[in-house]
T-cell receptor
Framework: EAQVTQNPRYLITVTGKKLTVTCSQN?????MSWYRQDPGLGLRQIYY???????DKGDVPEGYKVSRKEKRNFPLILESPSPNQTSLYFC????????????????FGEGSRLTVL | GNSVTQMEGPVTLSEEAFLTINCTYT??????LFWYVQYPGEGLQLLLK?????DKGSNKGFEATYRKETTSFHLEKGSVQVSDSAVYFC??????????FGAGTTVTVRA
Protein backbone atom coordinates (compact mmCIF):
# COMPACT_ATOMS: atom_id res chain seq x y z
CA GLU A 1 0.00 0.00 0.00
CA ALA A 2 1.31 3.43 -0.98
CA GLN A 3 1.77 5.51 2.11
CA VAL A 4 3.65 8.12 4.07
CA THR A 5 4.46 6.95 7.59
CA GLN A 6 5.30 9.27 10.46
CA ASN A 7 6.52 8.40 13.95
CA PRO A 8 5.73 9.06 16.67
CA ARG A 9 2.08 9.92 16.23
CA TYR A 10 1.90 11.55 19.65
CA LEU A 11 4.68 12.93 21.82
CA ILE A 12 4.85 15.00 24.96
CA THR A 13 8.29 16.36 25.77
CA VAL A 14 9.96 19.12 27.76
CA THR A 15 11.71 22.28 26.66
CA GLY A 16 15.22 21.69 25.39
CA LYS A 17 15.07 17.92 24.98
CA LYS A 18 16.11 17.06 21.43
CA LEU A 19 13.67 15.00 19.42
CA THR A 20 13.27 13.60 15.93
CA VAL A 21 10.07 12.91 14.05
CA THR A 22 10.65 10.34 11.34
CA CYS A 23 8.96 10.27 7.94
CA SER A 24 9.17 7.52 5.38
CA GLN A 25 7.44 7.07 2.01
CA ASN A 26 7.28 3.96 -0.17
CA UNK A 27 6.27 5.60 -3.46
CA UNK A 28 9.74 6.48 -4.72
CA UNK A 29 8.85 10.17 -4.60
CA UNK A 30 11.57 12.71 -5.17
CA UNK A 31 9.87 15.57 -3.33
CA MET A 32 9.20 15.57 0.41
CA SER A 33 8.08 18.30 2.75
CA TRP A 34 7.20 19.07 6.37
CA TYR A 35 4.24 21.21 7.42
CA ARG A 36 2.90 22.31 10.76
CA GLN A 37 -0.80 22.84 11.34
CA ASP A 38 -2.01 25.36 13.88
CA PRO A 39 -5.59 26.51 14.56
CA GLY A 40 -6.61 29.44 12.38
CA LEU A 41 -3.34 29.34 10.42
CA GLY A 42 -3.82 26.32 8.21
CA LEU A 43 -0.68 24.46 7.17
CA ARG A 44 2.65 26.22 6.95
CA GLN A 45 5.68 24.71 5.28
CA ILE A 46 8.75 24.17 7.45
CA TYR A 47 11.27 22.56 5.08
CA TYR A 48 11.21 20.72 1.82
CA UNK A 49 13.50 18.48 -0.18
CA UNK A 50 13.56 18.08 -3.92
CA UNK A 51 15.75 15.00 -3.85
CA UNK A 52 18.48 13.23 -1.88
CA UNK A 53 20.89 15.71 -0.28
CA UNK A 54 18.81 18.67 -1.52
CA UNK A 55 16.84 20.55 1.13
CA ASP A 56 15.55 24.10 1.48
CA LYS A 57 13.66 26.30 3.92
CA GLY A 58 9.95 26.81 3.80
CA ASP A 59 8.02 29.60 5.48
CA VAL A 60 8.70 28.72 9.14
CA PRO A 61 12.08 26.93 9.39
CA GLU A 62 13.32 28.48 12.64
CA GLY A 63 14.02 25.89 15.32
CA TYR A 64 13.96 22.93 12.94
CA LYS A 65 16.47 20.90 10.98
CA VAL A 66 16.03 18.24 8.33
CA SER A 67 18.16 15.80 6.38
CA ARG A 68 17.63 13.73 3.27
CA LYS A 69 20.26 11.00 3.13
CA GLU A 70 17.95 8.48 1.49
CA LYS A 71 15.15 9.02 -0.97
CA ARG A 72 12.48 7.42 1.21
CA ASN A 73 13.27 9.16 4.53
CA PHE A 74 12.99 12.80 5.59
CA PRO A 75 13.31 13.22 9.37
CA LEU A 76 12.42 16.45 11.16
CA ILE A 77 14.74 17.37 14.00
CA LEU A 78 13.99 19.73 16.86
CA GLU A 79 17.36 20.36 18.50
CA SER A 80 15.99 22.33 21.44
CA PRO A 81 12.19 22.27 21.42
CA SER A 82 10.25 25.20 22.85
CA PRO A 83 6.55 25.50 23.77
CA ASN A 84 5.81 27.50 20.60
CA GLN A 85 6.65 24.36 18.63
CA THR A 86 3.65 22.59 20.12
CA SER A 87 1.72 21.71 16.99
CA LEU A 88 0.45 19.04 14.65
CA TYR A 89 3.12 18.11 12.12
CA PHE A 90 2.58 16.57 8.70
CA CYS A 91 5.05 15.03 6.32
CA UNK A 92 4.11 14.94 2.65
CA UNK A 93 5.61 13.63 -0.57
CA UNK A 94 5.06 13.78 -4.30
CA UNK A 95 6.69 13.09 -7.62
CA UNK A 96 9.07 15.70 -8.90
CA UNK A 97 7.33 18.61 -10.60
CA UNK A 98 9.69 18.01 -13.50
CA UNK A 99 7.96 14.73 -14.28
CA UNK A 100 5.16 14.97 -16.81
CA UNK A 101 3.25 12.39 -14.79
CA UNK A 102 3.18 14.69 -11.77
CA UNK A 103 -0.39 15.74 -11.00
CA UNK A 104 0.64 18.22 -8.32
CA UNK A 105 -0.90 16.01 -5.65
CA UNK A 106 0.79 15.84 -2.29
CA UNK A 107 0.47 12.62 -0.27
CA PHE A 108 0.30 13.22 3.46
CA GLY A 109 1.14 11.16 6.49
CA GLU A 110 -1.35 10.90 9.35
CA GLY A 111 0.33 13.55 11.43
CA SER A 112 2.40 13.77 14.59
CA ARG A 113 0.99 15.71 17.50
CA LEU A 114 3.79 17.25 19.52
CA THR A 115 3.40 18.95 22.89
CA VAL A 116 6.37 20.80 24.40
CA LEU A 117 5.99 21.64 28.09
CA GLY B 1 3.04 37.15 -1.49
CA ASN B 2 0.61 34.40 -2.34
CA SER B 3 -2.26 33.76 0.00
CA VAL B 4 -5.54 31.91 0.29
CA THR B 5 -8.58 33.07 2.22
CA GLN B 6 -11.36 30.68 3.16
CA MET B 7 -14.67 31.32 4.81
CA GLU B 8 -14.46 30.81 8.53
CA GLY B 9 -16.16 27.89 10.14
CA PRO B 10 -17.33 25.90 11.71
CA VAL B 11 -20.13 25.04 9.36
CA THR B 12 -22.89 22.74 10.58
CA LEU B 13 -25.41 21.25 8.17
CA SER B 14 -28.11 18.63 8.05
CA GLU B 15 -27.79 15.63 5.76
CA GLU B 16 -28.81 16.34 2.15
CA ALA B 17 -28.23 20.07 2.58
CA PHE B 18 -26.26 22.12 0.04
CA LEU B 19 -22.70 22.99 0.98
CA THR B 20 -20.63 25.94 -0.23
CA ILE B 21 -17.22 26.86 1.11
CA ASN B 22 -15.84 30.09 -0.27
CA CYS B 23 -12.20 30.39 -1.25
CA THR B 24 -10.41 33.36 -2.78
CA TYR B 25 -6.75 33.79 -3.52
CA THR B 26 -4.17 36.50 -3.99
CA UNK B 27 -1.32 35.72 -6.33
CA UNK B 28 0.78 37.19 -9.09
CA UNK B 29 -0.06 35.12 -12.12
CA UNK B 30 -2.25 32.06 -12.46
CA UNK B 31 -1.63 29.30 -9.99
CA UNK B 32 -3.01 25.79 -9.84
CA LEU B 33 -5.81 25.54 -7.28
CA PHE B 34 -6.64 22.65 -4.99
CA TRP B 35 -9.10 21.48 -2.39
CA TYR B 36 -7.76 19.07 0.20
CA VAL B 37 -9.88 17.28 2.81
CA GLN B 38 -8.82 16.10 6.27
CA TYR B 39 -11.04 13.49 7.90
CA PRO B 40 -10.83 13.13 11.69
CA GLY B 41 -7.52 11.67 12.81
CA GLU B 42 -6.11 11.48 9.30
CA GLY B 43 -3.74 13.38 7.07
CA LEU B 44 -4.88 15.58 4.21
CA GLN B 45 -5.86 14.06 0.91
CA LEU B 46 -6.51 15.70 -2.42
CA LEU B 47 -10.19 16.19 -3.15
CA LEU B 48 -10.00 18.03 -6.48
CA LYS B 49 -7.89 20.45 -8.47
CA UNK B 50 -7.95 22.87 -11.39
CA UNK B 51 -4.92 24.10 -13.27
CA UNK B 52 -6.26 26.94 -15.43
CA UNK B 53 -9.05 29.47 -15.65
CA UNK B 54 -12.56 28.07 -16.18
CA ASP B 55 -11.43 24.53 -15.35
CA LYS B 56 -13.84 22.64 -13.14
CA GLY B 57 -12.51 20.08 -10.70
CA SER B 58 -14.87 17.41 -9.41
CA ASN B 59 -14.73 14.37 -7.16
CA LYS B 60 -17.08 12.52 -4.78
CA GLY B 61 -19.93 14.88 -5.67
CA PHE B 62 -17.86 17.98 -4.90
CA GLU B 63 -17.16 20.61 -7.55
CA ALA B 64 -15.13 23.80 -7.79
CA THR B 65 -14.55 26.11 -10.76
CA TYR B 66 -11.43 28.22 -11.26
CA ARG B 67 -12.67 31.80 -11.69
CA LYS B 68 -9.88 34.08 -12.81
CA GLU B 69 -12.00 37.23 -12.86
CA THR B 70 -13.01 36.85 -9.22
CA THR B 71 -9.83 34.97 -8.12
CA SER B 72 -12.04 32.34 -6.54
CA PHE B 73 -12.33 28.58 -6.27
CA HIS B 74 -15.46 27.91 -4.23
CA LEU B 75 -16.24 24.34 -3.21
CA GLU B 76 -19.80 23.04 -3.59
CA LYS B 77 -21.74 19.86 -2.99
CA GLY B 78 -25.41 19.51 -3.68
CA SER B 79 -26.33 16.96 -1.01
CA VAL B 80 -23.96 16.30 1.88
CA GLN B 81 -23.72 13.15 3.95
CA VAL B 82 -22.55 12.55 7.50
CA SER B 83 -19.38 11.04 6.01
CA ASP B 84 -18.51 14.47 4.53
CA SER B 85 -17.77 15.80 8.01
CA ALA B 86 -14.16 16.94 7.81
CA VAL B 87 -11.86 19.94 7.57
CA TYR B 88 -11.55 21.36 4.06
CA PHE B 89 -8.50 23.29 2.90
CA CYS B 90 -8.18 25.44 -0.17
CA UNK B 91 -4.65 25.75 -1.54
CA UNK B 92 -2.67 27.18 -4.42
CA UNK B 93 0.62 26.33 -6.05
CA UNK B 94 2.73 27.77 -8.85
CA UNK B 95 5.44 25.22 -9.23
CA UNK B 96 4.19 22.22 -7.26
CA UNK B 97 7.10 22.55 -4.89
CA UNK B 98 5.00 24.36 -2.36
CA UNK B 99 1.34 24.59 -1.55
CA UNK B 100 0.01 27.70 0.19
CA PHE B 101 -2.98 26.66 2.30
CA GLY B 102 -5.96 28.51 3.64
CA ALA B 103 -6.82 28.25 7.33
CA GLY B 104 -9.27 25.39 6.79
CA THR B 105 -13.03 25.15 7.25
CA THR B 106 -14.52 22.59 9.63
CA VAL B 107 -17.73 21.05 8.33
CA THR B 108 -20.05 18.96 10.49
CA VAL B 109 -22.99 17.16 8.92
CA ARG B 110 -25.75 15.95 11.25
CA ALA B 111 -28.00 13.01 10.49
Amino acid sequence: EAQVTQNPRYLITVTGKKLTVTCSQNMNHEYMSWYRQDPGLGLRQIYYSMNVEVTDKGDVPEGYKVSRKEKRNFPLILESPSPNQTSLYFCASSLSPARTSNTGELFFGEGSRLTVL
Amino acid sequence: GNSVTQMEGPVTLSEEAFLTINCTYTATGYPSLFWYVQYPGEGLQLLLKATKADDKGSNKGFEATYRKETTSFHLEKGSVQVSDSAVYFCALSFNDYKLSFGAGTTVTVRA
